[in-house]
């Protein structure tokens, strides 16, 4: 397995090549920023890329960039402490898997290995993280992820925002003098582009967002 360290800080990237000195896995290259990767992967083939894709020099949108260069190639992040939604878009860029860095250093060698063999992997940490915000892990592994970014209309923005300040369905309807149908049609599409499974997961979306504010946090009992 060839691998690729991609992350800013040089003592962390010194502390990852001593993490896997003794494993079977070839690191053969490690860089700071998205320009070097984007340039080593077009110099020399990789499996796997350890990324922390919210270290300076790097964003996000480099892994589409990376898999336009290297289709096959597989991406596992490992970052501090990420929300749920974050790890939703960073699934949906084509990370297949996720730790934190302070992950047991078998967890984050097992996340390599599973992820070269195709598979997805979630260290502890990660998956209480996205659970607590109802995030699905098994949908999350059969969904067919892009690339493309989350677009709401304008109508979609007005019942997460009413959703997020504890408005029930039938009160949102009469709002927006909409059918309670049509409002539940309109929250069963916002979950799905959000990739949140309930009421809570739409809310941290309107805060993050600032549709609403924390201050706002009522829950609407009715689903």
Do not use: W
């Amino acid at each position: 397995m060839n691998l690729i360290l991609a992350e800013s800080n040089e003592l962390l990237r010194i502390g990852l090549r001593t993490i896997f000195k003794d494993v079977d896995i070839q690191i053969v290259g490690d860089v700071s920023n998205s320009d070097e990767l984007i340039s080593q992967l077009k110099s020399f083939d990789a499996d796997v890329v350890l990324i922390d894709y919210t270290s300076e020099g790097f964003s996000i949108d480099v892994i589409p960039k990376a898999l336009a260069v290297q289709p096959n190639l597989k991406f596992v992040a490992i970052t501090p402490i990420q929300s749920g939604q974050t790890i939703i878009h960073a699934l949906k860029s084509g990370v297949q898997s996720h730790v934190k860095k302070d992950c047991s250093l078998v967890e984050i060698i097992d996340s390599v290995k599973e992820t070269y063999k195709g598979k997805k992997f979630f260290c502890g940490q990660i998956l209480e993280t996205i659970h607590k915000e109802g995030i699905d892990v098994q949908e999350l592994s059969d969904a067919e992820f892009t690339c493309e970014p989350i677009i709401l209309s304008s109508r979609e923005i007005e019942v997460i925002t009413l959703i997020a300040e504890g408005f029930t369905n039938i009160e949102i309807s009469e709002q927006l003098f909409l059918s309670k149908h049509t409002v539940n049609t309109h929250r069963k599409n916002i979950m799905n582009k959000l990739g949140v499974k309930n009421t809570a997961g739409i809310v941290m979306y309107a805060v993050k967002e600032k549709y609403t504010t924390p201050n706002k946090f009522l829950f609407a009992t009715e689903g």
